[in-house]
């Protein structure tokens, strides 16, 4: 599986997809000033190392699609069917904008959402997993700080729908995750000068990988002009911030009111060592013993009836 990675680019035959250095190099040669994105992977590496991260994701095992064939294909962080696959070790991502061209419509837009993809996949490489093995075939129980019984019964629930709070262990590090890779993507922003589009899509492109997003912003997914790959686009990017970094936000403001950045902190060095006695500790601190497992453990998770 890690050897061969076409059973997930197989899946959008009408992209073409090369490994992000050679998608960067070949950007370079079109006159794209791309230091933005270096400069940011380094502050990326920096800010990681002092979670207990040592190893970035190699940019080789980053496939990024673009010269689609596919009249109207537009790509980015939300493009359907995409992200870091755990098994195979590759992160499959599309170049934001129009894809039907080898150097993106945006550079400076496509540069800090391809920064934003990969620095939100390196954590997901980053975190801790453990597999066993159950009739020949590998089987994760542990990712991060969640956990799965062979059986495949997780170990915290799914979120009601609708639900602006999670209970969700997969949300709180999905979320953490991104919220981690937004603030990279912001800072680079920053540094280099990239400003915002006028544009609605453009606009909310911008505010999505910065992390800027306004509740207001929501509604103005309606107003988004142009394909129909690019309205399903814009939906998507409003459907991720609902689910998943709102929900994040609201958990932290819930559980670590005016200590939301060292909560942050300690989720994200959990995740990567796997280890939760530390953040467990901070949490009982505030709400009483077993708190993370009161917050997160759904009660059938050890029910007989679930063993393997």
Request: proline share 5%.
């Given at each position: 599986?890690?050897?061969?990675?076409?059973s997930?680019?197989?899946?959008?035959?009408?992209?073409?997809?090369?490994?992000?250095?050679?998608?960067?190099?070949r950007?370079?040669?079109?006159?794209?000033?791309?230091?933005?994105?270096?400069?940011?992977?380094?502050?990326?590496?920096?800010?990681?190392?002092?979670?207990?991260?040592?190893k970035?994701?190699?940019?080789?095992?980053?496939?990024?699609?673009?010269?689609?064939?596919?009249?109207?294909?537009?790509?980015?962080?939300?493009?359907?069917d995409?992200?870091?696959?755990?098994?195979?070790?590759?992160?499959?991502?599309?170049m934001?904008?129009?894809?039907?061209?080898?150097?993106?419509?945006?550079?400076?837009?496509?540069?800090?959402?391809?920064?934003?993809?990969?620095?939100?996949?390196?954590?997901?490489?980053?975190?801790?997993?453990?597999?066993?093995?159950?009739?020949?075939?590998?089987?994760?129980?542990?990712?991060?700080?969640?956990?799965?019984?062979?059986?495949?019964?997780?170990?915290?629930a799914?979120?009601?729908?609708?639900?602006?709070?999670?209970?969700?262990?997969?949300?709180?590090?999905?979320?953490?995750?991104?919220?981690?890779?937004?603030?990279?993507?912001?800072?680079?922003?920053?540094r280099?000068?990239?400003?915002?589009?006028?544009?609605?899509?453009?606009?909310?492109?911008?505010?999505?990988?910065?992390?800027?997003?306004?509740?207001?912003?929501?509604?103005?997914?309606?107003?988004?002009?142009?394909?129909?790959?690019?309205?399903?686009?814009?939906?998507?990017?409003?459907?991720?911030e609902?689910?998943?970094?709102?929900?994040?936000?609201?958990?932290?403001?819930?559980?670590?009111?005016?200590?939301?950045?060292?909560?942050?902190?300690?989720?994200?060095?959990?995740?990567?060592?796997?280890d939760?006695?530390?953040?467990?500790?901070?949490?009982?601190?505030?709400?009483?013993?077993?708190?993370?497992?009161?917050?997160?453990?759904?009660?059938?998770?050890?029910?007989?009836?679930?063993t393997?």
């Open positions: 599986m890690r050897a061969d990675a076409s997930l680019t197989g899946k959008h035959p009408a992209h073409v997809f090369r490994p992000l250095s050679e998608v960067l190099t950007w370079a040669a079109d006159g794209i000033d791309t230091t933005p994105f270096h400069a940011g992977v380094e502050n990326t590496k920096r800010r990681y190392a002092a979670y207990g991260l040592a970035m994701l190699p940019l080789n095992r980053v496939l990024v699609g673009c010269e689609s064939s596919r009249v109207g294909a537009f790509g980015g962080f939300h493009h359907p995409q992200g870091y696959r755990h098994l195979q070790m590759v992160a499959v991502i599309t934001y904008g129009p894809m039907e061209r080898r150097s993106p419509e945006r550079p400076a837009l496509a540069l800090l959402d391809l920064l934003r993809a990969y620095a939100h996949d390196c954590l997901h490489y980053g975190s801790r997993r453990r597999y066993v093995e159950v009739g020949g075939v590998p089987v994760r129980t542990q990712y991060g700080i969640n956990y799965r019984r062979t059986s495949g019964q997780s170990y915290s799914a979120d009601q729908h609708g639900s602006q709070h999670t209970r969700n262990l997969g949300v709180v590090m999905e979320g953490a995750c991104d919220k981690e890779a937004r603030a990279i993507t912001r800072q680079t922003a920053e280099f000068g990239v400003t915002e589009p006028s544009d609605v899509l453009g606009s909310l492109a911008f505010r999505d990988v910065t992390g800027t997003l306004t509740e207001e912003d929501a509604g103005r997914v309606v107003g988004v002009l142009g394909s129909e790959e690019q309205t399903r686009y814009a939906t998507a990017l409003s459907r991720y609902r689910g998943v970094n709102r929900r994040y936000r609201h958990f932290l403001a819930e559980f670590a009111p005016e200590e939301e950045s060292e909560c942050h902190a300690r989720l994200l060095a959990a995740i990567i060592s796997g939760v006695a530390e953040l467990g500790r901070w949490l009982d601190d505030r709400h009483g013993p077993g708190s993370f497992m009161g917050l997160f453990r759904t009660p059938g998770y050890f029910d007989p009836g679930l393997a």
